[in-house]
T-cell receptor
């Protein structure tokens, strides 16, 4: 089977840095994606890590360690608009099925 | 590009009625996915298509659910008969990568309420 675990909630203050962790158990591994979903909206793609290391996209970075079956999303210079749910997801196989974690609700406080 | 288009955006129906949800993927994308999202179960993949062909429908809850993709620009998800437990937000997504679809583009969703 395949499962991804992430914390249900994280709270941080505006301007701070926050890290959202994701651990996974997979029978095969084809990388780790991150999605953002605002309340009432649709998930939107943020990043993808196929290999170990850090991928940076503006204020957001994503990290993967395949040996530890672990990844994280790092959000810097937090803004109020970053308050949303963040999902890690992993392709189940090469065919396209994407398995999502349960999501982490990030609340950014002033 | 207009993005993934879904209709209707909201649907309220009575138990036992047929419900049809529609999706137009992004032009040129060859993979299409139907998801259901609830507070209890999170985001679940129901079925996905590659090049209009259903590849994996193991997430379809039961025979009341069916999905079709008659061409590259249109897909439907049908529930017949609908039940209150089907109430959820249904998302359609498409992907430009036919093999490993780690980057998916989601439509705005259809919020279904079955009373």
């Amino acid at each position: 089977g395949q499962s991804l675990e992430q914390p249900s909630e994280v709270t941080a203050v505006e301007g701070a840095i926050v890290q959202i962790n994701c651990t996974y158990q997979t029978s095969g591994f084809y990388g780790l994606s991150w999605y953002q979903q605002h309340d009432g909206g649709a998930p939107t793609f943020l990043s993808y890590n196929a290999l170990d290391g850090l991928e940076e996209t503006g204020r957001f970075s994503s990290f993967l360690s395949r040996s530890d079956s672990y990844g994280y999303l790092l959000l810097q210079e937090l803004q109020m608009k970053d308050s949303a749910s963040y999902f890690c997801a992993s392709p189940y196989n090469q065919g396209g099925k994407l398995i999502f974690g349960q999501g982490t609700e990030l609340s950014v406080k002033p | 590009d207009a993005g993934v288009i879904q209709s209707p955006r909201h649907e309220v129906t009575e138990m036992g009625q047929e419900v049809t949800l529609r999706c137009k993927p992004i032009s040129g994308h060859n993979s299409l996915f139907w998801y259901r999202q609830t507070m209890m179960r999170g985001l679940e993949l129901l079925i996905y298509f590659n090049n209009n062909v259903p590849i994996d429908d193991s997430g379809m809850p039961e025979d009341r659910f069916s999905a079709k993709m008659p061409n590259a620009s249109f897909s439907t998800l049908k529930i017949q008969p609908s039940e209150p437990r089907d109430s959820a937000v249904y998302f359609c997504a498409s992907s430009p990568r036919g093999q490993i679809s780690y980057e998916q583009y989601f439509g705005p969703g259809t919020r279904l309420t079955v009373t």
